[in-house]
């Protein structure tokens, strides 16, 4: 199984931004689609964006549409999420998984002033 390790998360203000890495170990994930998931406090966890294997393609949920990129390398095994005009509501701990590999420990976005 892949393993994921997130960083990049933190305490930002509303308007600012923040780079999300996704680093993949163990079993390779280069035919895999990545996804990104967040879970707010009190809430389930819930699909943010999903990049396909290649990198060329990825889809948004509406509420981070126009202000989240996703972006991967397959030959440094990592993947990125690049989360500009951060909002109060983006708040929570975000994940990487192709849908194969266990849950990582995921890394904490919070956006407050």
């Known amino acids: 199984q892949p393993q994921f390790v997130e960083s990049g998360g933190g305490l930002v203000q509303p308007g600012g931004s923040l780079r999300l890495t996704c680093a993949v170990s163990g079993q390779p994930v280069d035919y895999d689609n990545i996804g990104w998931f967040r879970q707010a406090p009190g809430k389930e966890r819930e699909g943010v964006s999903c990049?396909?294997?290649?990198?060329?393609?990825?889809n948004y949920a509406d509420s981070v549409k126009g202000r989240f990129t996703a972006s991967r390398d397959n030959t440094k095994s990592t993947a990125w999420l690049q989360m500009d005009n951060l909002k109060p509501e983006d708040t929570g701990v975000y994940y990487c998984?192709?849908?194969?590999?266990?849950w990582g420990q995921g890394t904490l976005v919070t956006v407050s002033t």
């Open positions: 998984n192709d849908g194969l590999g266990s």
């Open positions: 990049i396909s294997a290649s990198g060329t393609n990825a």
